[in-house]
């Protein structure tokens, strides 16, 4: 593959133009993929794309880690998962509640245990043995204020559209948060993280800690991250389709384009965005919704791409 390695990121997709601040928001995706990539320089793709991610929780400006949304009940759940292309290891969380850096925990149950999936109660009672612990700051009096407004108007029936889960993910949401990486080996690996979205019941778990559907990678051939609506990429196991797409002969861009031309035909526009990436270090990202924050920083790179919008 000629030594080619890079990452790329995302912060969400959907209706972003009047939800986000663009500069602080850019800024965010900037230093998580300049970090990322820093970590290649020195290590592995799998430490790569957990510290871009790890960058976005903590930031406060994505739907992830701190930033994460809270469910109907005002609880904050949130999802992760991670996959090492090299060995098809996978460690992914669901429903934890307030964990500042669920990624840091699916990582912890991809290194530590047996299992692929761990969730609720008993993957916090496990979390708690290696030093994971709730924290009150993802849930604020400002979210909750928040919280309160979207529901009062979901169930006054003064905003009809938000009568269909589809409608509250399209309107109110930033996605997920994720991450590909390929190094200088040519292994890939794939990260991601998400709050859900407003007013989701709490229990939920979409697309994010599922392998294949929110994300996958596997050396040889490439990985894939989605973000969006969880339930569609479930049901078409988006990721992993796209990655077949890459073995079939299709470079990442052109495999991103198809997959997302697959979830339109099906499901409709304003509902997926994807990030791509190949093993010869080529990349590529797709979406049908208003906007989807990415960034990408290859070792050829001065600075890294960042963008919102078309």
Avoid at 119 to 130: Q, T
Avoid at 147 to 157: A, D, M, N, P, V
Avoid at 216 to 242: D, F, K, M, Q
Wanted: charged residues 20%; glycine residues 14%; neutral net charge.
């Amino acid at each position: 593959m000629g030594g080619e390695y890079g990452i790329i990121i995302h912060g969400g997709a959907g209706a972003l133009r009047n939800t986000i601040n663009p500069e602080s928001y850019s800024e965010g995706l900037r230093r998580a993929v300049i970090s990322g990539f820093r970590k290649l320089e020195d290590g592995c793709a799998l430490e790569a794309v957990v510290e871009a991610v790890y960058v976005m929780e903590e930031s406060g400006i994505f739907n992830a880690g701190l930033g994460c949304c809270l469910t109907a009940e005002g609880t904050a759940e949130v999802d992760a998962g991670l996959m090492d292309g090299s060995s098809l290891a996978v460690g992914a969380v669901a429903s934890l509640k307030n964990i500042r850096h669920p990624i840091l925990a699916a990582k912890t149950i991809m290194e530590r245990t047996d299992h692929v999936l761990m969730v609720g109660e008993g993957a916090m009672r496990l979390l708690s043995l290696y030093g994971f612990k709730p924290d009150p700051e993802l849930v604020t009096e400002a979210k909750l204020r928040r919280l309160h407004e979207l529901r009062e108007k979901w169930l006054s029936g003064a905003d009809r559209k938000m009568s269909k889960n589809r409608e509250i993910v399209k309107a109110l949401s930033h996605g997920t948060v994720g991450a590909l990486a390929i190094d200088r080996k040519g292994n890939v690996a794939a990260a991601v993280s998400t709050g859900g979205y407003w007013l989701k019941l709490s229990g939920r778990v979409g697309d994010t800690p599922i392998a294949g559907s929110g994300f996958y990678a596997e050396n040889g051939v490439g990985g894939a991250v989605a973000t969006g609506i969880g339930e569609y990429a479930i049901r078409l196991t988006l990721c992993r389709r796209t990655v077949e797409l890459i073995r079939s002969g299709l470079n990442a861009k052109l495999a991103a384009d198809r997959a997302i031309s697959v979830v339109t035909s099906t499901f409709g526009e304003g509902t997926m965005g994807i990030i791509t990436i190949d093993q010869q270090g080529g990349y590529g990202y797709s979406y049908n919704t208003e906007g989807m924050g990415r960034a990408i920083m290859m070792k050829d790179f001065s600075e890294p791409v960042v963008g919102i919008f078309q």
